[in-house]
């Protein structure tokens, strides 16, 4: 019964014959993939780096020949890669040249709740914000987007996103680190245009979200990548508003998978796929050989749950990328046995432990209220979260300012792949992860943290709650001042 009413939710048919309702339409690999540049800094006189952001309106040629209007910073679609070295102070000029207030979050960040850009920072159109802050944790690949209450789901999809690399020069193992040549970013988005070539969020309006017909990397539908080293580097971020992916290569190679949301893994992990929800990252070294072509795509694995279907918008197998080796390579170091510490947070080391409940677009039966507080936690405390989401729809669990690991699924240790800094995680349903995690520092009584699910209509409607950090013996009212700050 719960099979069937899933699909009537998700709209999807057939899966039993291999058949999706909401296909992706096979590409022809002829445009170069499209690199996002690097955005511009300066350094002032205390040593803070600065970067300007501005969200602005254009157009996209998704199609030949057909104008998309779409949004973006610095330009008509998705925005520069901001990239700083751990240590370092950095501040971000945010402009919004936008006709309506929107925010940026910096996903995956560990910063003062002030400066993190959640829907309480709204930025007016005309406006400029400029949050600041210290850069303190490991390397990894984050990234930012729009996080308006409401709106994210469309900000985003209109093309509100972009990559921010962190560096440690003091940490940097030997893996390819040549940007846009051996070091890729690789941001996956599905899109659906209407008959006007405008972006449309109705295909499949219910559940989880859009299923769009088109899927693009970085912007680019049918891209290619010459690739002219042994090894590449993608740093894989999923965008995407509702679909989740689980990506490999056509003729199943294994790659390495170096590393996930929140920095590179202790080892590399020889595997042949990575499955990404929304707001999950994944970098891996894939090996090629001379004059080859390796191309990257996505299949929907039976999870033997009911919600997989529609999280993968069916049962699609679909290109998403393709890699194309030149005939002559240069070396590229082996990928190193040893990439990263990670030190695992010992369980004793927790003192708290939280019950979250996902369903529908609730959190422990409570859909999100700006002027709620959910949870208070005590500056400096370890906690451990335990996450279960008892729908047959789909979710996953983002926290923000942290960076946690995966104690155990359903008591059992997590699969390399989950065995790194996260911040975002899918929940299988009926499963129970057990998240633990330090609240190092940042409190703050009238700011808060979100954590949600980031399937973003999911999110915009309501699973999403909030969380304060405060110092030791304090507890705070559980209302905001005015809850009007947004
Ligand atoms: Cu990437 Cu609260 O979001
Ligand atoms: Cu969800």
């Known amino acids: 019964a719960l099979a069937a009413g899933a699909c009537v939710l998700a709209g999807c048919s057939g899966s039993a014959s291999g058949s999706s309702a909401f296909p992706v339409e096979p590409v022809d690999f002829t445009t170069p993939l499209a690199i996002p540049p690097l955005a511009e800094s300066r350094v002032e006189e205390d040593g803070t780096r600065v970067f300007e952001l501005t969200a602005q309106e254009g157009t996209s040629e998704f199609r030949p020949g057909v104008a998309t209007p779409t949004w973006g910073f610095d330009g008509p679609y998705l925005g520069p890669t901001l990239r700083a070295k751990v240590g370092e102070r950095v501040a971000v000029e ?13 996903h995956g960040m560990h910063l003062p709740p002030e ?18 802050w210290v850069i303190d944790q490991p390397a990894a690949t984050l990234w930012y987007h729009p996080h308006p209450h409401g709106r994210t789901e469309q900000h985003v999809y209109r093309g509100l996103a972009g990559m921010f690399l962190l560096d440690d020069p003091a940490a940097a193992p030997d893996l390819p680190a040549t940007y846009g040549v051996d070091d890729v970013p690789v941001v996956v988005q599905d899109k659906h245009l209407d008959d006007e070539g405008r972006l449309t969020l109705d295909r499949n309006s219910t559940e989880p979200g859009l299923m769009g017909s088109m899927v693009m990397v970085n912007g680019t539908v049918g891209a290619y990548h010459e690739v002219t080293t042994e090894r590449v580097r993608l740093r894989l971020l999923n965008a995407s508003t509702a ?46 050989e001379p004059g080859e072509v390796a191309t990257l795509d996505s299949d929907s694995p039976d999870l033997g749950d009911v919600a997989a279907p529609a999280a993968f918008g069916g049962r699609d197998v679909f290109e998403v990328l393709e890699l194309r080796a030149a005939p002559t390579l240069t070396p590229s170091p082996p990928v190193p046995d040893v990439l990263a510490e990670v030190p695992r947070i010992p369980e004793s ?17 409570r859909s999100m209220d700006l002027s709620r507080i959910d949870e208070v936690v005590t500056e400096g405390a370890t906690e451990i979260w335990e996450v279960r989401s008892i729908d047959p729809l789909t979710h996953n669990f983002h926290i923000h300012d942290v960076q946690f ?40 009584p009238d700011s808060p ?3 949600h699910c980031h399937l973003l209509r999911h999110e915009d ?4 709650g909030q969380l304060v950090v405060v110092e030791p013996g304090t507890e705070p009212p ?9």
Do not use: C
Not at 478 to 486: A, V
């Open 449 to 451: 943290y979100m954590f």
């Open 94 to 106: 945010v402009t919004n040249d936008l006709g309506e207030a929107t925010t940026v979050h910096w």
């Open 405 to 444: 690991q995966v104690l155990d699924v359903d008591g059992e240790p997590p699969p390399p792949e989950l065995a790194g800094w996260k911040d975002t995680v899918y929940l299988e349903p009926r499963r129970t992860y057990r998240l633990i995690m330090q609240f190092a520092d940042y409190s703050d």
């Open 349 to 365: 080391a927790a003192t708290v432990t939280r019950e979250l409940e996902v369903a529908v677009r609730m959190i422990n039966g």
């Open 115 to 132: 400066m993190d850009g959640g829907p309480h920072q709204m930025i007016e159109p005309g406006e400029t914000w400029r949050p600041t």
């Open 461 to 464: 409607e309501g699973l999403m």
């Open 478 to 486: 559980r209302t905001l001042p005015t809850g009007d700050d947004g």
């Open 243 to 288: 679909r989740t992916y689980n990506l490999g290569f056509t003729d199943e190679r294994t790659f390495h998978l170096v590393g996930t949301d929140g920095g590179l893994l202790a080892e590399p992990h020889e595997t042949s796929r990575v499955r990404l929800s929304p707001g999950e990252r994944a970098e891996v070294v894939v090996e090629l």
